[in-house]
């Protein structure tokens, strides 16, 4: 069985009052244990169970002991192979303890994030344009190639886009559902879902069996920006779900960013506007990494950028220098250069940013040069 006893009867405890959360912590304070917890509702004659949750929970419980028990619940997650933790034990995240309203237990799929490792939730609209998706790749897979976890929800669009960049990248994220964590939902994601359970974690506060219900997902945005110290919006109009995940954290002390857009763009006007509101503007991993001043604490090996042009010629170091993640043309690196004083011969830039493609620090696309992923 992949859970200790205690966590079975804590499990069984979570699932018999799914969505009272104060009661749960109310029992198993009074109980001392989930054990104890258990009994209380074994013994319910004595009263002290009602005493402590009232009749109508106590009468829930007592109910719930004839659909299943803690052991067959405990072969239930393990035929399932879902794992369960809770606010009492070492392996909870931390990160859930402070919150207001933080879950009583969570289920997963795969393991849990260290705690010592930052983590960026990436959100946006379901339906994003060809924009949205680029950014979500560049700024997702430039932090997850650098170690930091990418956490979001899952859905269409940039959620599932940014977590399967992550993936691409060499990195771990965390998908956060609003139903069971035995659900795929949608069921389109079917192969990002396996892809995150291998390279992080599934994550539910719900019961196995629980199926996609619109009001659990406002509920499960508060798990996503609670794991992240940082949120960052991708495209979203002013009428997005999106902010429900922006308040939470706000509330929770998280820092948000968003993706600057046009102003004449529907799906950027939410954007626009948290930018107008003081939230950091983000255009690239980069901006999140200085921001937040954890370049010093991101493993060498994710630090590529600096390593590289430790190795370049002086004219593909200056043309480093200026590329950006949107394509430039020959033509308009040359402009920028001689903008920064710096002049080369068409044939020294060609020459340049031939390095540059065989360092892979640059990739040619549609005619222009852009910076690869680091």
């Known amino acids: 069985m992949n859970i200790n006893e205690e966590k079975i009867y804590a499990c069984w405890l979570d699932t018999g009052l799914e969505f009272a959360r104060a009661k749960k912590r109310l029992l198993l304070k009074a109980a001392g244990s989930a054990r104890q917890a258990y009994s209380l509702v074994v013994n319910s004659a004595s009263g002290m169970l009602e005493a402590v949750i009232g009749a109508q929970d106590g009468r829930k419980l007592t109910q719930y002991l004839k659909t299943i028990t803690p052991q067959g619940l405990g072969e239930l997650l393990e035929e399932k192979n879902i794992k369960y933790t809770y606010f009492m034990e070492n392996d909870y995240p931390q990160k859930f303890v402070d919150i207001p309203d933080a879950p009583f237990g969570i289920f997963y799929k795969g393991e849990l994030a260290d705690e010592n490792t930052s983590s960026v939730a990436v959100i946006g609209s379901r339906k994003c344009s060809e924009y949205g998706r680029y950014m979500a790749k560049e700024i997702s897979g430039g932090l997850a190639a650098r170690g930091i976890n990418i956490v979001s929800g899952m859905a269409l669009g940039i959620d599932g886009i940014a977590q399967g960049a992550a993936i ?67 495209e979203a109009n002013e009428k997005s779900g999106t902010f429900s995940t922006v308040d939470m954290a706000l509330e929770q002390g998280r820092e948000v960013y968003a993706v600057p857009g046009r102003c004449t763009d529907r799906m950027s006007t939410g954007c626009n506007k948290l930018l107008r509101q003081g939230a950091g503007l983000v255009t690239s991993a980069e901006d999140i990494i200085c921001d937040m001043g954890w370049r010093d604490k991101l493993n060498p090996a994710h630090r590529q950028s600096d390593k590289t042009k430790a190795y370049l010629s002086q004219p593909a170091k200056d043309i480093y220098e200026v590329l950006d993640i949107m394509p430039l043309t020959q033509d308009d690196i040359i402009a920028l250069l001689q903008k920064k004083g710096k002049s080369y011969a068409a044939d020294q830039v060609s020459r340049a940013l031939c390095e540059l493609e065989l360092r892979q620090a640059a990739l040619k696309i549609n005619g222009g040069y852009r910076l690869m992923k680091s």
């Open 168 to 234: 691409d990248a060499g990195g771990r994220t965390y998908g956060v559902l609003g139903c069971g964590a035995d659900y795929i939902y949608p069921a389109s994601n079917e192969e990002l879902y396996y892809k995150i359970i291998k390279n992080g974690a599934i994550i539910s506060e719900y019961a196995p069996g629980t199926t996609p219900q619109k009001w659990l997902f406002p509920m499960r945005n508060r798990l996503i920006s609670a794991l992240s110290d940082v949120v960052i919006v991708i």
